[in-house]
């Protein structure tokens, strides 16, 4: 599935939602008190498969031209939880946009688990 497609003067950029689930991830597992990502579906399957699948957590989706994210996330228990999803949405959208200079429309964190 392609997410971004730009035409330049010297030809076509076009930006899976892969690397997006990557840039993501990375700057999830950079913001303080995360723990970990959590399997989603489509990860976990994956794996199974024998893939390594660096974006497990993250699930990107394309719709009608506006960009979602939606993050999966583990916390461990030392800080404010509502500190840190915002902190989360914030990383995720400065990484993205610093790299590729795509914005997104809504970035929506899950708290699965809260591990001590």
Do not use: C, P, W
Request: aromatic content about 2%; charged content about 25%.
């Amino acid at each position: 599935m392609l997410i971004q497609s730009r035409t330049e003067s010297t030809g076509d950029i076009t930006i899976s939602n892969e690397v997006l689930e990557v840039i993501s991830s990375i700057a999830v597992l950079e913001t303080k008190s995360v723990h970990s990502l959590n399997n989603t579906l489509a990860s976990g399957t994956i794996e199974k498969f024998g893939k390594k699948y660096r974006a497990k957590g993250i699930r990107v989706e394309d719709v009608e031209g506006d960009l979602k994210i939606s993050v999966y996330v583990n916390l461990s228990d030392d800080r404010n939880v509502h500190s840190i999803a915002e902190t989360i949405q914030d990383n995720i959208k400065t990484a993205v946009n610093n790299m590729l200079e795509i914005n997104i429309s809504e970035i929506n964190i899950h708290i699965v688990n809260i591990i001590k």
